[in-house]
T-cell receptor
Framework: AQSVTQLDSHVSVSEGTPVLLRCNYSSSYSPSLFWYVQHPNKGLQLLLKYTSAATLVKGINGFEAEFKKSETSFHLTKPSAHMSDAAEYFCVVRRTGRRALTFGSGTRLQVQP | GAVVSQHPSWVICKSGTSVKIECRSLDFQATTMFWYRQFPKQSLMLMATSNEGSKATYEQGVEKDKFLINHASLTLSTLTVTSAHPEDSSFYIC???????????FGPGTRLLVL
């Protein structure tokens, strides 16, 4: 069965500094992995997705993630945090053959001025 | 981009009543829609997968007679919480998968409060 583990429930950074949100996955097969962001009182928005093409995936708003099979990781990064990045971030894996998504526990990103 | 709407955005009801939540894909056709539930400060948990024209597939532990799902068209799925109780209070989120691509697009969610 596929699953994801988000290693930090809460991350706090200063505006302008790099962001690293960690995610490890468990999958018997080559997984499809996603990062979604949830702003308060707004719907989930897809940041980026990995579907066995390039291992470095670039997403919206300057975010990117690198699929590392040897480490079973799919960490989300951004070179410079912006105040508007403050939100809840979910690492997600798609279940093989089911199309349904399994969500990680989420990481709340706080950006300090 | 693809847009998914939910209606209502929030609802308060009395215990014992039924509540219907609609999920619509506004600018694309979705053969498959998904219903999730999110408790405060927790992650999304898949409740059921809804396929157009067929019965929904429920996750283990989700009562199909309590959470009725109908997917009558390629753009509309409904979730009805029957005989709602306070423990059903939660944030319900739907997503829709377009025919053309694998990406799921999420609705803004419906907050349900059962008194």
């Amino acid at each position: 069965a596929q699953s994801v583990t988000q290693l930090d429930s809460h991350v706090s950074v200063s505006e302008g500094t790099p962001v690293l949100l960690r995610c490890n996955y468990s999958s018997s097969y080559s997984p499809s992995l996603f990062w979604y962001v949830q702003h308060p009182n707004k719907g989930l928005q897809l940041l980026l997705k990995y579907t066995s093409a390039a291992t470095l995936v670039k997403g919206i708003n300057g975010f990117e993630a690198e699929f590392k099979k040897s480490e079973t990781s799919f960490h989300l990064t951004k070179p410079s945090a912006h105040m508007s990045d403050a939100a809840e971030y979910f690492c997600v894996v798609r279940r093989t053959g089911r199309r349904a998504l399994t969500f990680g526990s989420g990481t709340r990103l706080q950006v300090q001025p | 981009g693809a847009v998914v709407s939910q209606h209502p955005s929030w609802v308060i009801c009395k215990s014992g009543t039924s509540v219907k939540i609609e999920c619509r894909s506004l600018d694309f056709q979705a053969t498959t829609m998904f219903w999730y539930r999110q408790f405060p400060k927790q992650s999304l948990m898949l409740m059921a997968t809804s396929n157009e024209g067929s019965k929904a597939t429920y996750e283990q532990g989700v009562e199909k007679d309590k959470f009725l799902i109908n997917h009558a068209s390629l753009t509309l799925s409904t979730l009805t919480v029957t005989s709602a109780h306070p423990e059903d209070s939660s944030f319900y989120i739907c997503s829709a998968r377009s025919i053309e691509e694998e990406t799921q697009y999420f609705g803004p969610g419906t907050r349900l409060l059962v008194l």
